[in-house]
């Protein structure tokens, strides 16, 4: 068998061998049994499987099965783990870490999780927290809300401009709306986020710049024509810290996780020979 094809069968292999191995018994031989240190059950080719891993394998045996554990358990359990590392092993020899994408992504993934989790293992303290919170304040700021009246005349014709400038004019002046026109945004006190989802991009960038009391000028849409005024304007406000602490929590974790994973990666690369090609990046 070819190298790729043997590497897809080993592939396949691991996948099931969690269900194949169900069936399949250890031979156990208690007369070529080895003394081993206290914390090793068993070896592979001079790997050694601790207690920990083989116990809390067991345990998680122990879990799934609502009977308990048989009395063969512990033998099932020991040939698993043996099996798994014989598979990793072959794995390794063959290459697949930097054959197979999917094998290689977990191992990236799982590296870039630990350092993230060493970096995070320290919780950080109140004094941390506040002095984060005092310079990156606008980080946490909320943005301020609007009120607005809007209304869209459909049809994109010179008749429904000319009816969209007579809307506009009317806001303008106060006037109530003619009834007839298409109320998309409900006039309440809305964050940006909200009204961007009943006025589209285009007509929440109008609003925006539009001063308390202003009224937009008919906008265009493929639809027809939107008129704007706005009511209403909370300013942006920045929560007590008391209210955002969980969010502040969080941000330094992430902050403090990004630059240890930089200073990481930055050790890894003075400690390595790269070489890159020219042209190459």
Do not use: C
Request: glycine residues 8%.
């Amino acid at each position: 068998m070819s190298s790729e094809r043997w590497s897809t069968a080993l592939l396949g292999i691991g996948a099931l061998a969690g269900l194949a191995l169900a069936a399949v018994q250890l031979v156990w031989r208690p007369e070529a049994a080895t003394a081993l240190p206290a914390e090793t059950v068993a070896t592979v080719n001079g790997v050694p499987i601790t207690r920990a891993e083989f116990e809390q394998a067991l345990a998680g045996v122990a879990t799934d099965r609502r009977e308990g554990l048989r009395a063969s358990d512990g033998q099932r359990v020991l040939a698993r783990l043996v099996d798994e590392e014989l598979l990793l092993q072959r794995a390794l020899a063959l290459g697949l870490v930097r054959r197979e994408a999917r094998v290689r992504g977990q191992l990236v993934r799982t590296m870039i999780d630990t350092v993230l989790a060493e970096a995070g293992a320290r919780d950080p303290d109140e004094a941390e927290l506040r002095a984060f919170y005092d310079e990156h304040r606008s980080y946490f700021s909320q943005p301020g809300r609007l009120r607005v009246i809007h209304r869209a005349v459909p049809g994109t014709d010179a008749a429904a401009r000319e009816q969209a400038v007579a809307l506009a004019a009317a806001l303008e002046r106060g006037e109530t709306p003619p009834a007839g026109n298409v109320v998309t945004a409900p006039e309440a006190l809305l964050p940006p986020s909200k009204l961007a989802q009943y006025l589209g991009p285009t007509v929440l960038d109008t609003a925006l710049a539009l001063p308390v009391g202003g009224t937009s000028q008919p906008i265009a849409s493929t639809g027809g024509y939107h008129v704007v005024r706005v009511v209403e304007r909370e300013p942006e406000s920045v929560p007590p810290f008391d209210v955002v602490r969980a969010a502040v929590r969080a941000e330094v974790v992430r902050r403090r996780g990004e630059a240890a994973l930089r200073e990481y990666l930055d050790r890894l690369r003075a400690e390595a020979d790269v070489v890159i090609g020219e042209g190459d990046g």
